[in-house]
């Protein structure tokens, strides 16, 4: 059987519902099967009963991956700090882990189920930030277990470097992600992220 927190958002939550019959474009047989997947994961993974002291407690104050601050249309940003990531040195289950514990955290327990948007600060960042495991893991994630979920994909301050890996990354994204995705820099970054919402490093306040 599915965790009775699951089982409790099925009979209560019809927003929780509704994100998986819009991403299925009103298929409802499609939702349903996704739904039943969803609360399958949720259940092995253990989603509900992820907290703070079962993460890395390195990776879990290090910066490289934190939530902060609101978006133009108020979302949750989920922030990833490329260049505070190395491909190769971190244990992959681990990060994975608080990947999810900071969605669920964010968008579950404290914003009610409501959208989120992914930043991906770039600034700095080169080929060895790169992890193309781990940038699977996060697509894949949001496309099967977490629908509808976000409201941007923001790139903000890409080197040239990685215009390849993101052309390899887009064909990997569902049409309806690829179309939510903003490249930014430090002067256009306010049309998605006002200045008393954008950290200093970015050339805001916080």
């Given amino acids: 059987g599915f965790h009775p927190a699951d089982i409790d958002r099925i009979n209560n939550r019809e927003k929780w519902l509704r994100l998986f019959i819009e991403y299925n474009d009103l298929d409802l047989k499609k939702a349903l099967t996704q739904l039943w997947d969803t609360c399958a994961w949720r259940k092995s993974f253990g989603t509900n009963d992820l907290d703070a002291s079962k993460m890395h407690q390195e990776y879990l104050h290090e910066g490289f991956m934190f939530p902060k601050n609101r978006d133009i249309n108020g979302k949750r940003l989920l ?5 505070l990531y190395v491909r190769g040195t971190k244990n992959m289950d ?10 669920e955290r964010v968008m ?9 948007s992914v930043f991906f600060d770039l600034k700095d960042s080169g080929l060895s930030n790169m992890d193309m495991e781990y940038t699977r893991y996060i697509i894949n994630l949001f496309k099967f277990y977490y629908p509808n979920s976000l409201n941007f994909i923001i790139i903000f301050e890409m080197p040239w470097i990685l215009n390849t890996t993101f052309k390899i990354i887009k064909t990997l994204l569902p049409a309806k992600a690829v179309a939510r995705m903003k490249f930014v820099n430090s002067k256009t970054l306010n049309e998605f992220v006002d200045e008393s919402n954008m950290l200093t490093i970015w050339g805001g306040n916080e």
């Fill in 108 to 116: 579950y327990r404290e914003e009610d189920l409501d959208q989120i």
């Fill in 79 to 83: 922030i990833f700090r490329s260049k």
């Fill in 94 to 103: 681990d990060v994975k882990r608080l990947l999810v514990y900071w969605v």
